[in-house]
């Protein structure tokens, strides 16, 4: 029995070496070569130790729920970086050089106290996640439509009055959430975003919805509760692939194609959580 657990407590450090994932920074930098992934969530930190480049192979990092202010400019040195999480921090700003990360593919900032994005944001060639909800973002710049690998943008309960024209050229984007904002247009071509699934313009100041998007043939679901619009576009009756719509008691539908009256479900909305009455299975 005796061997059995000195045969365990041999085996543990290298498990943990094997699966390359970190929760403290002493086992983290006494072990730099094997470290893919940095996790460290809730532990009240306010600050991130400047040497995340001493990791040379490191994919992953989580610092969700903590006190982050700012990241440090080794960051940008971590060229293998896939995956940045950093929800529900107090981070300022995101520094001009992250268009380093070459190779990030999902960065998440929701909840922090962003109320600008860099230029350069839009110069992450394989991103295709970017989740900005609840931060004090009046606009987003126009080079976000070069991120032609974007499949979901979330940039719900921001200070938003407009979106910009180059979101239009987002081809591979399937996920659109920009609810909770102060929006009151959208581009007339929103409906070349050909690959979108789902769009939620929830909580608005829209005036209109415009025609262009029942182009969008892809388009599964649909929140347009309290949106500001009052009448939705009657393109929307052709989109064989709509199954969920929500609206709230004011706003006038589109008349339902009988080919899929059957599918397209609309949902009268009176709460106005939409985690409630939306369990939307998109992520």
Same mark, same amino acid.
């Given at each position: 029995?005796?061997?059995?657990?000195?045969?365990?407590?041999?085996?543990?450090?290298?498990? #943990?070496?094997?699966?390359?994932?970190?929760?403290?920074?002493?086992?983290?930098?006494?072990?730099?070569?094997?470290?893919?992934?940095?996790?460290?969530?809730?532990?009240?930190?306010?600050?991130?130790?400047? &040497?995340?480049?001493?990791?040379?192979?490191? !994919?992953?990092?989580?610092?969700?729920?903590?006190?982050?202010?700012?990241?440090?400019?080794?960051?940008?040195?971590?060229?293998?970086?896939?995956?940045?999480?950093?929800?529900?921090?107090?981070?300022?700003?995101?520094?001009? #050089?992250?268009?380093?990360?070459?190779?990030?593919?999902?960065?998440?900032?929701?909840?922090?106290?962003?109320?600008?994005?860099?230029?350069?944001?839009?110069?992450?060639?394989?991103?295709? &996640?970017?989740?900005?909800?609840?931060?004090?973002?009046?606009?987003?710049?126009?080079?976000?439509?070069?991120?032609?690998?974007?499949?979901?943008?979330?940039?719900?309960?921001?200070?938003?009055?407009?979106?910009?024209?180059?979101?239009?050229?987002?081809?591979?984007?399937?996920?659109?959430?920009?609810?909770?904002?102060?929006? !009151?247009?959208l581009p007339e071509n929103i409906g070349?975003?050909?690959?979108?699934?789902?769009?939620?313009?929830?909580?608005?100041?829209?005036?209109?919805?415009?025609?262009?998007?029942?182009?969008?043939?892809?388009?599964?679901?649909?929140? &347009? &509760?309290?949106?500001?619009?009052?009448?939705? =576009?009657?393109?929307?009756?052709?989109?064989?692939?709509?199954? !969920?719509?929500? $609206?709230?008691?004011?706003?006038? $539908?589109?008349?339902?194609? =009988?080919?899929?009256r059957y599918r397209q479900r609309i949902?009268?909305?009176?709460?106005f959580d939409p985690n409630i009455y939306?369990?939307?299975?998109?992520?």
């Amino acid at each position: 029995m005796k061997n059995l657990l000195c045969i365990l407590l041999f085996l543990v450090p290298i498990i #943990g070496r094997a699966d390359g994932v970190y929760r403290n920074w002493d086992d983290a930098l006494a072990d730099k070569e094997f470290v893919r992934v940095l996790h460290m969530t809730y532990r009240a930190m306010d600050t991130i130790p400047d &040497v995340l480049d001493q990791f040379p192979n490191l !994919e992953e990092i989580n610092f969700s729920n903590n006190r982050i202010a700012y990241l440090p400019p080794s960051i940008l040195k971590c060229h293998k970086l896939k995956k940045l999480v950093l929800f529900r921090n107090k981070i300022k700003a995101l520094p001009d #050089g992250i268009y380093q990360l070459e190779r990030l593919e999902h960065l998440s900032v929701s909840y922090n106290d962003l109320t600008t994005l860099p230029d350069s944001i839009g110069y992450l060639p394989s991103l295709t &996640v970017l989740y900005l909800n609840g931060n004090d973002i009046v606009s987003l710049p126009a080079s976000i439509g070069q991120l032609k690998k974007l499949v979901s943008l979330r940039v719900g309960s921001n200070r938003l009055e407009k979106l910009p024209p180059e979101i239009t050229q987002l081809k591979s984007l399937q996920l659109l959430d920009i609810g909770n904002n102060y929006i !009151e247009a959208l581009p007339e071509n929103i409906g070349d975003l050909s690959e979108l699934h789902f769009f939620y313009l929830q909580q608005n100041r829209l005036v209109t919805i415009p025609e262009s998007l029942g182009k969008c043939k892809k388009l599964q679901e649909l929140d &347009v &509760v309290r949106c500001g619009a009052l009448r939705m =576009p009657a393109s929307l009756a052709d989109i064989a692939k709509l199954e !969920e719509v929500y $609206v709230d008691e004011r706003i006038i $539908v589109f008349y339902q194609n =009988p080919l899929y009256r059957y599918r397209q479900r609309i949902t009268v909305v009176t709460s106005f959580d939409p985690n409630i009455y939306r369990p939307s299975k998109a992520e």
